[in-house]
């Protein structure tokens, strides 16, 4: 099973391995990455994993109709790892996907769900912990602090990202 995420980034390289391999460990079997501007040695780091890695990177240069990202988004409809992939799911690279069923993979979820299309992946906003300048720590144990999994207010705080299964029902790429 082919289940393929895609991420834009500029200037992510602090935190792009953690993001690739977490998201690696739970089952994503691909990752398309999209890059623009970048100046910290993010592209060249893609580049690399492009060659020992289920990653695939895609420059995302202007113009950029809609925006930077639904740009990138669209610019990845067409890429043989989103074209072909049994389920999509688009991320930032703020997000790290965490299942709470079975053996905490994408495997183990979609076993759980088995007549699913399209699952929701609800955010689960994180603050600093206190930090304020850049440290060389991993992001998931450095930021361990989140709001409460039920919170009225901000509205914000209700947004989510979809895994879905790529039938065609889903006519492109979406934040």
Same mark, same amino acid.
């Given at each position: 099973?082919?289940?393929?995420?895609?991420?834009?980034?500029?200037?992510?390289? $602090?935190? !792009?391995?953690?993001?690739? @391999? *977490?998201?690696?460990?739970?089952?994503?079997?691909?990752? =398309? &990455? #999209?890059?623009? /501007?970048?100046?910290?040695?993010?592209?060249?780091?893609?580049?690399?994993?492009?060659?020992?890695?289920?990653?695939?990177?895609?420059?995302?240069?202007?113009?950029?109709?809609?925006?930077?990202?639904? $740009?990138? !988004?669209?610019?990845?409809? @067409? *890429?043989?790892?989103?074209?072909?992939?049994?389920?999509? =799911? &688009? #991320?930032?690279? /703020?997000?790290?996907?965490?299942?709470?069923?079975?053996?905490?993979?994408?495997?183990?979820?979609?076993?759980?769900?088995?007549?699913?299309?399209?699952?929701?992946?609800?955010?689960?906003?994180?603050?600093?912990?206190?930090?304020?300048?850049?440290?060389?720590?991993?992001?998931?144990?450095?930021?361990?602090?989140? &709001?409460?999994?039920?919170?009225?207010?901000?509205?914000?705080?209700?947004?989510?990202?979809?895994?879905?299964?790529?039938?065609?029902?889903?006519?492109?790429?979406?934040?």
């Amino acid at each position: 099973m082919r289940i393929t995420a895609v991420v834009t980034v500029r200037n992510e390289g $602090a935190f !792009l391995l953690e993001w690739i @391999a *977490h998201h690696l460990g739970i089952g994503i079997t691909d990752v =398309v &990455a #999209l890059s623009n /501007d970048c100046d910290d040695g993010t592209d060249a780091m893609l580049d690399r994993l492009a060659e020992i890695a289920p990653v695939h990177h895609v420059p995302n240069p202007g113009p950029h109709e809609g925006g930077i990202q639904f $740009a990138g !988004l669209k610019r990845a409809d @067409a *890429h043989p790892a989103v074209r072909d992939a049994d389920w999509l =799911v &688009a #991320l930032d690279i /703020d997000e790290f996907v965490n299942i709470h069923t079975g053996d905490h993979t994408l495997a183990a979820l979609l076993a759980a769900l088995p007549e699913a299309d399209a699952i929701t992946l609800t955010w689960r906003v994180f603050g600093n912990c206190g930090v304020r300048d850049h440290t060389d720590a991993p992001v998931l144990e450095t930021f361990t602090r989140a &709001a409460p999994e039920v919170m009225a207010w901000p509205w914000r705080i209700f947004m989510f990202k979809t895994l879905y299964r790529n039938t065609g029902a889903y006519g492109k790429l979406g934040v």
